[in-house]
């Protein structure tokens, strides 16, 4: 008998996401290509583009020129060359949609290891939990539960190849499944998988100005490049996010206890953006004779991976200031006292034309010795937007073996 998906949380488990990460601030679902000034870009396992860690989140979701940390994997690989301690893990965790969901959440953990001075490796797995849903047959009566949930597995490597300059790659493995593998009359669902690289390189220099220490740095990745996936057969493809992020950070002693950083981060779906198709009197979409819809602007989404990220610059069918829309905007402060409290803000800002995520960010942070913990709280400008109220936790654990050694020999020899 056919099995039907109680509608426990949402319409859809896909569009749970779309809600959160790519739909109008009003909670509108927008279906590519059927709303002319509105065309959000939409991929398959978005949850890959979600902020992990609590300090990024605290500052407006930038992290790819921040200083490492173990989290440093989601924003750009390269920065673990520039990590101070010898290795180290993280544990972040954040409920997801909590105001109007209780059962979805968010977790991330990642660790590395200082191979040497110039190079070092990593590794992360993030883990989304969409909650438990309810199958049932045609009359309404249970059949079963499934714990819709994505995943996915890092490994990464970064080198110095100046004492300013580093490059890092990251291999990626994708596990989506959101169905269960149900089966219907029309189609054969299943789990979704995709392998994915991201590459970045990052810029770091201590420098005086003013008299007072302080750093620049700039940080370049493009993440998730990647096979397209499909929950059904080859003739339903959808692109992975693809994403391209550009940003830099100041940070300034104001003294010696006091330390202050600024943070700026732009980034891009290197994804195809929807088209606008050609419609009949009555507004239906008009097909072509091999079944095709009738692009009236833009271009065919429908293109190999190089061709939709190359491609993705060029493609908006309202030319240059429409992929103006498509650049989300991030920025951040970092403030902290003698290594040990820091307070952070920060704001991130969408185009509503391409999602209208708008929000501001807050968040502490404590380290003693080994040990840190990190708080995230997340306000959008709109009261009624599903990430209302959003939380992030991390605790981290950082170790120096080499400098522990060298003090105890030190002390051996006094």
């Given at each position: 008998?056919?099995?039907?998906?109680?509608?426990?949380?949402?319409?859809?488990?896909?569009?749970?996401?779309?809600?959160?990460?790519?739909?109008?601030?009003?909670?509108?679902?927008?279906?590519?290509?059927?709303?002319?000034?509105?065309?959000?870009?939409?991929?398959?396992?978005?949850?890959?583009?979600?902020?992990?860690?609590?300090?990024?989140?605290?500052?407006?979701?930038?992290?790819?020129?921040?200083?490492?940390?173990?989290?440093?994997?989601?924003?750009?690989?390269?920065?673990?060359?520039?990590?101070?301690?010898?290795?180290?893990?993280?544990?972040?965790?954040?409920?997801?949609?909590?105001?109007?969901?209780?059962?979805?959440?968010?977790?991330?953990?990642?660790?590395?290891?200082?191979?040497?001075?110039?190079?070092?490796?990593?590794v992360s797995m993030r883990y989304f939990d969409l909650g438990d849903i309810t199958y049932t047959n045609i009359f309404g009566d249970p059949t079963g539960q499934f714990n819709p949930r994505e995943f996915s597995i890092d490994g990464t490597y970064?080198?110095?190849?100046?004492?300013?300059?580093?490059?890092?790659?990251?291999?990626?493995?994708?596990?989506?499944?959101?169905?269960?593998?149900?089966?219907?009359?029309?189609?054969?669902?299943?789990?979704?998988?995709?392998?994915?690289?991201?590459?970045?390189?990052?810029?770091?220099?201590?420098i005086l100005l003013s008299g007072k220490n302080s750093n620049v740095s700039a940080g370049l990745s493009i993440t998730n490049?990647?096979?397209?996936?499909?929950?059904?057969?080859?003739?339903?493809?959808?692109?992975?996010?693809?994403?391209?992020?550009?940003?830099?950070?100041?940070?300034?002693?104001?003294?010696?206890?006091?330390?202050?950083?600024?943070?700026?981060?732009?980034?891009?779906?290197?994804?195809?953006?929807?088209?606008?198709?050609?419609?009949?009197?009555?507004?239906?979409?008009?097909?072509?004779?091999?079944?095709?819809?009738?692009?009236?602007?833009?271009?065919?989404?429908?293109?190999?991976?190089?061709?939709?990220?190359?491609?993705?610059?060029?493609?908006?069918?309202?030319?240059?200031?429409?992929?103006?829309?498509?650049?989300?905007?991030?920025?951040?402060?970092?403030?902290?006292?003698?290594?040990?409290?820091?307070?952070?803000?920060?704001?991130?800002?969408?185009?509503?034309?391409?999602?209208?995520?708008?929000?501001?960010?807050?968040?502490?942070?404590?380290?003693?010795?080994?040990?840190?913990?990190?708080?995230?709280?997340?306000?959008?400008?709109?009261?009624?937007?599903?990430?209302?109220?959003?939380?992030?936790?991390?605790?981290?654990?950082?170790?120096?073996?080499?400098?522990?050694?060298?003090?105890?020999?030190?002390?051996?020899?006094?």
């Amino acid at each position: 008998m056919i099995k039907y998906l109680r509608f426990k949380h949402i319409i859809a488990i896909p569009l749970i996401v779309l809600i959160a990460d790519f739909s109008h601030g009003q909670g509108t679902a927008i279906i590519a290509g059927q709303d002319t000034s509105r065309r959000v870009i939409t991929t398959a396992v978005p949850f890959l583009t979600i902020s992990p860690d609590a300090r990024a989140g605290a500052m407006g979701d930038v992290g790819v020129a921040t200083s490492p940390d173990a989290s440093s994997g989601h924003w750009n690989p390269a920065k673990f060359a520039f990590v101070e301690n010898d290795y180290g893990f993280s544990l972040s965790y954040t409920p997801w949609l909590g105001k109007i969901i209780n059962d979805m959440s968010i977790s991330y953990l990642g660790g590395y290891y200082k191979i040497n001075r110039e190079r070092a490796i990593a590794v992360s797995m993030r883990y989304f939990d969409l909650g438990d849903i309810t199958y049932t047959n045609i009359f309404g009566d249970p059949t079963g539960q499934f714990n819709p949930r994505e995943f996915s597995i890092d490994g990464t490597y970064s080198q110095l190849l100046t004492e300013y300059f580093s490059i890092g790659v990251s291999l990626r493995y994708i596990h989506s499944n959101l169905t269960g593998n149900v089966f219907n009359s029309t189609s054969d669902a299943q789990a979704g998988t995709s392998v994915a690289a991201d590459i970045g390189i990052f810029f770091d220099k201590d420098i005086l100005l003013s008299g007072k220490n302080s750093n620049v740095s700039a940080g370049l990745s493009i993440t998730n490049i990647g096979q397209k996936m499909t929950y059904s057969n080859d003739d339903n493809k959808e692109f992975i996010p693809t994403n391209i992020r550009l940003g830099t950070s100041f940070t300034t002693s104001l003294d010696p206890y006091n330390r202050l950083s600024f943070i700026l981060d732009f980034n891009k779906l290197m994804v195809p953006t929807p088209p606008v198709y050609a419609v009949d009197e009555n507004g239906a979409i008009i097909y072509d004779d091999e079944g095709n819809p009738v692009i009236k602007r833009g271009k065919d989404p429908d293109r190999s991976l190089i061709s939709g990220m190359f491609g993705s610059f060029a493609d908006a069918p309202d030319g240059f200031s429409e992929e103006m829309q498509e650049i989300m905007i991030a920025g951040g402060m970092e403030y902290w006292y003698r290594d040990l409290f820091s307070a952070r803000a920060g704001y991130f800002y969408e185009n509503q034309n391409k999602g209208n995520r708008k929000y501001f960010t807050m968040g502490l942070g404590f380290r003693y010795r080994v040990f840190g913990v990190d708080f995230a709280y997340l306000v959008p400008q709109d009261s009624n937007h599903p990430l209302a109220e959003t939380l992030r936790f991390t605790l981290m654990f950082n170790f120096n073996t080499y400098k522990q050694q060298e003090s105890i020999t030190d002390d051996e020899a006094n």
